[in-house]
């Protein structure tokens, strides 16, 4: 209870300092001009008119879902289906002028079957997706996402990664906002970006960590993993030795490429458990941020450095089991 009362502490603390994230949102690629869809409808009871109403709107339906997946690549477009939906469903409202390619009513079959090109309104379209949170935001300097996945062993597991506030991404969040880097909190961006993306990214996915950036307005994420673990035990003293061990990424959106990679640790003794492992976390999270703050500045100045140096990892507890 007490960490689950701290993590909300430091969280609200960053949500308060760091401001509300309220950018304008845009399309990350221009919609095209003409797009294409067809479909096959059949005639119940033989009303072809009827069903030739049906396939023009299912067409309608497909020549937007061509246009989306354009606008936002075929793997966002798959992630982000269920907010789709609602735009989907209404793909009429969105066309402003179609033509029909072919069209024949199959007696024999009785069916409708259309093939139509259309013009959908662009402002609109980007709106609608803007609205739902699923197109990028407008990628500005000095903006942050710092999303850490935690494994404490002072704490229950959760089932979802947006279900808590991590101690290691709370601190580190903290340390590089005292050094004056705007960092995009964690409550803002929950509702716009999947969970599968983050622990994608999490894994060394570049295209899911430029995602993340994009929808943000960040241009650059830093993404990793922290774990805790209880050390030992000294029953003369009455202390109880905890390690923290977190490793980063960071990546810049525009590119997309790896900026630098850094993994740190900590080794505190305490009489309590929990206030050891919150220690080790506050120590190894300021060894972070000295090390990316720097590469921070760096990358400012002359552009991210291909390749990245290679660090030495912590040891020696692995993040693989993660």
């Known amino acids: 209870m007490m960490r689950c009362f701290l993590s909300l502490l430091l969280g609200f603390w960053l949500f308060t300092a760091g401001g ?16 294409e869809g067809s479909a096959t409808v059949q005639a119940k009871g033989e009303n072809y008119v009827v069903a030739r109403k049906k396939a023009v709107n299912l067409a309608l339906k ?19 289906q269920r907010d789709l939906r609602k735009i989907l469903r209404r793909s009429s409202r969105y066309v402003k002028s179609y033509r029909f390619v072919e069209a024949y009513d199959d007696m024999v079959n009785q069916t409708s079957e259309v ?6 309104f662009p402002s609109a379209v980007n709106q609608a997706l803007a609205g739902l949170g699923v197109i990028a935001g407008p990628v500005s300097e000095n903006k942050v996402v710092v999303l850490i996945k935690e494994k404490s062993f002072t704490s229950a597991p959760v089932n979802s990664f947006w279900d808590i506030f991590p101690i290691s991404e709370t601190q580190l ?5 005292e050094e004056g880097i705007e960092v995009i909190g964690r409550e803002q961006l929950r509702e716009m970006i999947s969970e599968t993306t983050v622990l994608k990214a999490i894994k060394g996915d570049l295209k899911s960590a ?36 977190i490793s980063v990424k960071m990546v810049s959106t525009l590119e997309p490429s790896l900026i630098a990679a850094k993994a740190e640790f900590s080794t505190i003794k305490h009489a309590r458990a929990l206030q050891a492992e919150l220690e080790a976390f506050d120590i190894a999270s300021k060894k972070l941020a000295d090390f990316l703050v720097p590469s921070f500045h760096r990358y400012r100045e002359k552009g991210a450095e291909a390749p990245v140096k290679k660090v030495p990892e912590a040891p020696p507890l692995s993040m693989s089991d993660m």
């Open 173 to 177: 969040t903290k340390n590089l906002m």
């Open 20 to 35: 509300i994230f309220n950018a304008e949102v845009f399309a990350q690629q221009e919609m095209g001009d003409v797009y």
């Open 210 to 245: 430029r995602s993340i950036g994009l929808k943000a307005g960040a241009d650059i994420v830093i993404v990793g993993t922290a774990v805790s673990s209880l050390r030992g035990k000294n029953a003369k003293e009455g202390t109880k030795t905890v390690q923290a061990n």
């Open 62 to 80: 497909n020549g937007l879902e061509e246009a989306l997946k354009e606008i936002m690549g075929d793997e966002e477009f798959e992630a982000s």
């Open 115 to 120: 093939r139509l090109e259309m013009r959908f």
